[in-house]
T-cell receptor
Framework: GENVEQHPSTLSVQEGDSAVIKCTYS??????FPWYKQELGKRPQLIID?????GEKKDQRIAVTLNKTAKHFSLHITETQPEDSAVYFC?????????????FGKGTLLTVNP | EPEVTQTPSHQVTQMGQEVILRCVPI?????FYWYRQILGQKVEFLVS????????KSEIFDDQFSVERPDGSNFTLKIRSTKLEDSAMYFC?????????????FGPGTRLTVL
């Protein structure tokens, strides 16, 4: 089955700096890659997603890039703010037949220091 | 904005007892999921459900687990005889369609503690 690896496990940046989180996936048939932000004790919330027919997507300070050949995708947060501090999870989905489950990476704890 | 809701927020039970976790998916969504997250670990898929039947289940979802949509709004996860290792946060999610490219919206979770 699909396996998603995520790095780094922790990331500490100064406010205003950029943060990059990287994920790799194993199944070349995966075609949907969402990123979720989870604050302590809260539900995972979708912040951005990318589909396999697109190489890059941007939403204000957040961007995601996808390299299908290398089977990796990355989250980029620019001008980080303390409220960006949370655990970020990448995920992948095959999206074929009845296989709609999300396979998550292990998460990255992002700390933005004021 | 509609949200997935879950009850209870926290459930404490004794080992061997049955628990039922309840979810109300977003009203026009057709696909439902249960995930769990053991403290400090990643979110793991348990089961997906569509048209009143299981679409897919993981190896975690053994005979002790079952899911049901008893009416038009609720979606439940039952653990028949809880074990210590079932202690985790259980998230329900729903999506409008079942395509893998369709956004899954997560509920706030039920923290299950098995003593």
């Amino acid at each position: 089955g699909e396996n998603v690896e995520q790095h780094p496990s922790t990331l500490s940046v100064q406010e205003g700096d950029s943060a990059v989180i990287k994920c790799t996936y194993s199944d070349s048939a995966s075609n949907y890659f969402p990123w979720y932000k989870q604050e302590l004790g809260k539900r995972p919330q979708l912040i951005i997603d990318i589909r396999s027919n697109v190489g890059e997507k941007k939403d204000q300070r957040i961007a995601v890039t996808l390299n299908k050949t290398a089977k990796h995708f990355s989250l980029h947060i620019t001008e980080t703010q303390p409220e960006d501090s949370a655990v970020y999870f990448c995920a992948a989905s095959l999206g074929g037949g009845s296989n709609y489950k999300l396979t998550f990476g292990k998460g990255t704890l992002l700390t933005v220091n004021p | 904005e509609p949200e997935v809701t879950q009850t209870p927020s926290h459930q404490v039970t004794q080992m061997g007892q049955e628990v039922i976790l309840r979810c109300v998916p977003i009203s026009n969504h057709l696909y439902f999921y249960w995930y769990r997250q053991i403290l400090g670990q990643k979110v793991e898929f348990l089961v997906s459900f569509y048209n009143n039947e299981i679409s897919e289940k993981s190896e975690i979802f053994d005979d002790q687990f079952s899911v049901e949509r008893p009416d038009g709004s609720n979606f439940t996860l039952k653990i028949r005889s809880t074990k210590l290792e079932d202690s985790a946060m259980y998230f329900c999610a729903s999506s409008r369609q079942g395509r893998g490219t369709d956004t899954q919206y997560f509920g706030p979770g039920t923290r299950l503690t098995v003593l």
